[in-house]
């Protein structure tokens, strides 16, 4: 089992930038696939980003390609999301979730769509 601990999420102004950060405790090793997902009231779920943790390869959904950048630091066992040239729909809670047992292709292909194992949630909100 791993715990999911996120951070660095707050209020920002439209064009301006967040880190957001999860650290895991517990039986971190032998997970494969990291990522961050948001979500807002009335909305679905949707997947932002992940990343292999094997060969650091990765996914982005479309409305953050080019925004965003996910990476991980394996010595602190933290994962990481950069975001920039934030905008008022990037406003949402961002989780962290992690998952043993998936397939890079799963992974970075954008398929991993139910993580058992979830933070308890940052907010991020944009402002115009």
């Known amino acids: 089992q791993v715990q999911l601990l996120e951070s660095g999420g707050g209020s920002v102004q439209a064009g301006g930038s967040l880190r957001l950060s999860c650290a895991a405790y517990?039986?971190?090793?032998?997970?494969?696939?990291m990522g961050w997902f948001r979500q807002t009231p009335g909305k679905e779920r949707e997947r932002v980003a992940a990343?292999?943790?094997?060969?650091?390869?990765?996914y982005y959904g479309d409305s953050v390609k080019g925004r965003f950048t996910i990476s991980q630091d394996n010595a602190k066992n933290t994962l990481y999301l950069q975001m920039n040239r934030l905008k008022p729909e990037d406003t949402a809670m961002y989780y962290c979730?992690?998952?043993?047992?998936?397939?890079?292709?799963?992974?970075?292909?954008?398929?991993?769509?139910?993580?058992?194992?979830w933070g308890q949630g940052t907010q991020v909100t944009v402002s115009s």
């Open positions: 979730a992690a998952d043993y047992g998936v397939s890079g292709y799963d992974c970075y292909s954008g398929s991993w769509s139910s993580p058992r194992n």
């Open positions: 517990g039986y971190t090793y032998s997970i494969a696939c």
């Open positions: 990343i292999y943790t094997d060969d650091g390869s990765t």
